[in-house]
Structures are given as structure tokens and as C-alpha cells.
């Protein structure tokens, strides 16, 4: 019976990808994750970008070998490096989305389609804070990438990762496969300990994700996009299957900003906070001491709007727990002007949940 019932599940996980022939006498090669790909795959793109850096360079000269104690060895030049990845048509109108780490500070942009056209294109805007950025080329009948739903993926789930890895390898403008399971949602990742930078709500994914596939997206088995692929966890440099992509309902929130009003304007909250120690905590007549004393309120401002008084103590921003300053900065790093943050406050005893609905700073 256990044998029995293996061999049922396996057949179920095989024909839920499409991988199981569901009647005749031969395999169907067409599963889902074909499908997905020839969806999705026309609309995907290469990023090749150039940068200028700055920096000091060793000059060799065999003058200097011997003469070098007169004359410096080292002179501070400017040269141009290339930077490679990935992105996606977004729209008929020529926007094409990809990270912004992978466009940083490029003085020439060009996207190259699969079917061998390679297109200048010009930034429309950035923002670093979720890592994404827009580009604008000039072409007619693109394809354009169907979006998806991120907010109800299943861990477990199949998905695509689509993109370019190694183009400047591969020198192939097709895109390549790769194939794995959304391993968790609602990531929160700080690459690099030394930077505030850090990113939220991530998708985590085994789906290899390599050099050049940063701004590729991560596609359903509806063929639809559900996140832009942004780094990986690695320690090689290659895929260890620990991947995390931006989600696409942040994403499609932020390209639209940044294509109305060409940059993500900045939000305005009109609160103040300060921590709490246990002799503030003594004085406030708390059990111990958590949350942010609210130390100001802006006249005007959302926070007034919301209900939100001087000596309210906050201990919660859209569900986060928050203990001090950084707290409630990074609970709010990444929001756009318009987005309604739930808040819980603590006044005289009780608790009371406020929403902050964010205005574009004044």
C-alpha cells in the first residue's frame, strides 16, 4: 500500500508540471514550464550597460622602475568598465525593467532582444532602496511580459528564473532557463552587513540565479511574472539555490511611479521617535521597556491624520515589531507616497491601531 500510494504522489507532482503524459502512449515534452518560458521568454532582455570609473592606476614604465622615487607611480585615471544583466519588456510603450545595482552610476545603455536586435536605451529613473530601475527604448510591436500576483505565492510552488546569465560569455541573445520551487516569501535580506541598505519581502527561490540574471524575472506556471530576480547567496560566486527576487506587486508599484514622475518621490510621515530605556520605561509606567516614545507630531501631517499623538508609544509598523529608531526606519524604507501602513500605538494603558497614509514630502 505505501509503495502504492509513492507511486500515486509521484505521478500527481509529475502532472501537476505538465511532465506526465495525461493520456497516450508518449511523453508530453510540453509541460508547463515550456509553456512558461515561451511566454514569457520573447519579452526578455539583456542589460548591457557602461560605466565610468574613477580611481588610481600603476603606471609601468621602465623609466619609473628605476627613476620611480622622482616621479609617482601610480596616476589617478577615469576608464570605462562594462556591467551585464538582465531586464523585461514592461510595457508596449518600450519600458524595460531590470535592477538598479546592475545600471549604477552607467553612462551608456544598450538592451538587446532575443531576436538579435540591440536597441540604445536611456534611464527613466532608479531607486536603490527596492533595487529596480527603468529604462526607455525606442522600438515598435515589442512583447511585453503578462504580470502575475505575488501576494499569494505558495512555498513549494514551480517557477522560472529567465534571463542572461554569463552573456558576455555566451555572446547568444536568447534567454536561458532555469527551474525551481519558491522556497519562502516575505524575506528580509541585508546583503552586506556593512551597508544600511537592505530589502524586503523578498521571494526566495532555488531556481539557479548567476552572474548577468540580476533584473531577469521569476515567472508562474501561468507564465506570468511574479518577481524580478535581484541576488544570490553565494559564496563561490555561482548558484548555491539560495536566491531572492523582488516581489512583483512592490515592483509594479514602484515602475509606475518612477515612469509618472521619474524618480520615487520621497514620502513624509510628520512623526519623530525616540527610544525607550528602562528609566524613560520607569517614568511612562511601562512593564518594560519596548516600542518608540513618539517624540513630535507634524501639523498636517499623516501622522496627525491618523490619530497619532505626541507620548504615544508605537511598538508595531505593518505588523513589525519595532524597539528603536533603525526599527522604524527600515519598517519604513521602501514605501511610496500613497501606501497605508497599519500602525499599533499604546496610549494610557490601551492599545489602538492607527493607519498611516503616506503624502510625498513637502
Known sequence: MKASAIAV????CFQAVGAWPQSGPEVSRRTAIVRAAERV????????????????????????EEWGFLIPRYRYRRYKVSNFGSGFVFDAEGHVVTNQHVVEGAVEMKVTLPDGRSLDAVLVGEDQANDLAVLKVDADGLPVAPLGRSNDLISGEWVVAI?????????????????GVVSATNRDVKPDPDKQHHYRNLIQTDAAINPGNSGGPLVNMNGEVVGINAFIFSRSGGSLGIGFAIPVAIAKKVIEEIIAHGAVRDIWV??????IDRLLARSLELERAEGVLVSSVGKGSPAEEAGIRRGDVL?????????????????MAGRLVGDAVPVTVRRDGRVREVTLTLKEKR
Not at 163 to 179: I, M
Request: hydrophobic letters at 35%; aromatic letters at 6%; charged letters at 25%.
Open 41 to 64: 521568454g520573447p519579452a526578455v532582455v539583456g542589460v548591457t550597460v557602461t560605466q565610468v570609473v574613477e580611481g588610481y592606476r600603476r603606471v609601468r614604465d621602465p623609466f619609473l
Open 315 to 331: 511598538t508595531h509598523i505593518d505588523g513589525r515589531r519595532v524597539d528603536s529608531v533603525e526599527d522604524a526606519r527600515e519598517a
Open 163 to 179: 534571463g542572461n546569465p554569463f552573456g558576455y560569455l555566451l555572446r547568444d541573445t536568447k534567454p536561458t532557463v532555469t527551474v
Open 9 to 12: 504522489g509521484v505521478i500527481l
Open 270 to 275: 510628520g512623526l519623530r521617535v525616540q527610544e
